[in-house]
């Protein structure tokens, strides 16, 4: 978010934007790791996937490319249920371990993987559409202010400023009061 945010004025050509998503690709799976994998997140090595993620992400935020409906939809879907994702992996990896173990014994890792990145997505999409879009529209419904009531800062000629201005920049003298 902070990337895109921050880059949204930088143009960048379509043949700049397809060179960086490649050469960032091609350090992320043929850098070189020495003794291995905890170098990922010490030293040196983990200032160049740093830099190499960060640039395919800025590829991709940069790439006027717009991809089929077949694609697109599954992949907004995703999206909004990624947090889902990122919560429900470990639990859903558990479940299925267990079932998989005692339905029927040992199971190849990759099967367990699968099964659990497709329960994954698919617990995860379906909270999402029961539970958590519900209580955005709530929460954006709740939070808007009645007719009338505005937040005053107590400025000299009453002045009107936004929350923000009260609780960054600290302008204000008095409490704000609701009126």
């Given at each position: 978010?902070a990337?895109?945010?921050n880059?949204?004025?930088l143009?960048?050509?379509?043949?700049?934007?397809?060179?960086l998503?490649?050469?960032?690709?091609?350090?992320?799976?043929?850098?070189?790791?020495?003794?291995?994998l905890a170098?990922i997140?010490?030293?040196?090595?983990?200032?160049v996937f740093?830099?190499?993620?960060?640039a395919?992400?800025?590829?991709?935020?940069?790439?006027?490319?717009?991809?089929?409906?077949?694609?697109?939809?599954p992949?907004?879907?995703?999206g909004?249920?990624?947090?889902?994702?990122?919560?429900?992996h470990?639990?859903?990896?558990?479940?299925?371990d267990?079932?998989?173990?005692?339905?029927?014994?040992?199971?190849?890792?990759?099967t367990?993987?699968?099964?659990?990145?497709?329960g994954?997505?698919?617990?995860?999409?379906?909270l999402?559409?029961?539970?958590?879009?519900?209580?955005?529209q709530?929460?954006?419904?709740?939070?808007?202010?009645?007719?009338?009531?505005?937040?005053?800062?107590?400025?000299?000629?009453?002045?009107?400023?936004t929350l923000?201005?009260?609780v960054?920049?600290?302008?204000?003298?008095?409490r704000?009061v609701?009126?």
């Amino acid at each position: 978010m902070a990337l895109y945010y921050n880059t949204r004025r930088l143009a960048l050509g379509r043949s700049i934007t397809l060179g960086l998503m490649l050469v960032s690709a091609a350090i992320l799976f043929w850098y070189p790791i020495k003794s291995g994998l905890a170098r990922i997140v010490t030293g040196f090595d983990r200032v160049v996937f740093v830099a190499a993620v960060t640039a395919f992400v800025l590829s991709f935020c940069k790439l006027e490319a717009a991809p089929p409906a077949w694609i697109a939809s599954p992949l907004a879907a995703f999206g909004v249920a990624s947090y889902g994702v990122y919560i429900l992996h470990p639990i859903v990896f558990l479940f299925v371990d267990l079932c998989v173990g005692s339905l029927w014994g040992p199971a190849h890792p990759y099967t367990v993987m699968g099964l659990t990145a497709a329960g994954t997505i698919v617990l995860a999409s379906v909270l999402y559409e029961r539970f958590e879009a519900p209580l955005i529209q709530l929460g954006k419904r709740s939070d808007q202010r009645p007719e009338g009531r505005q937040l005053r800062t107590g400025q000299a000629g009453g002045a009107m400023t936004t929350l923000p201005d009260l609780v960054f920049t600290r302008r204000c003298s008095a409490r704000p009061v609701l009126q």
